[in-house]
């Protein structure tokens, strides 16, 4: 089995900076790609940002283009999400997912999810 666990939440104001961390442990595998999703209250999960293997491969929300920069760290099993110019309606769960396949927008198709940390964006 594979363990994903969020960390970098909390509460900060609008126009503010976090870094959401995933690391992942448990069983490994040779390649896999990483997602971020979110759900806000009342809302349906939605895709955030992904990231292949290498690195190489991004891909972004319009919603967050620009000021959310996807990225990881293969020697630490970690993925990050940096977070810049925050907004209200930013304010969600934040989850991160593994995907044992190339990169894909469609969070069905992740076979790992972690618990989720909360990010609060106060106006």
């Known amino acids: 089995q594979v363990q994903l666990v969020e960390s970098g939440g909390g509460l900060v104001q609008a126009g503010g900076s976090l870094r959401l961390s995933c690391a992942a442990s448990g069983r490994t595998f040779s390649s896999f790609a990483m997602g971020w999703f979110r759900q806000a209250p009342g809302k349906e999960r939605e895709f955030v940002a992904l990231?292949?293997?290498?690195?190489?491969?991004?891909n972004y929300a319009d919603s967050v283009k620009g000021r959310f920069t996807i990225s990881r760290d293969n020697s630490k099993n970690t993925v990050y999400l940096q977070m810049s110019s925050l907004k209200p309606e930013d304010t969600a769960v934040y989850y991160c997912a593994l995907r044992l396949s190339s990169p894909i927008e469609d969070a069905r198709s992740y076979d790992y999810w972690g618990q989720g940390t909360q990010v609060t964006v106060s106006s």
């Open positions: 990231i292949s293997w290498s690195g190489g491969n991004t």
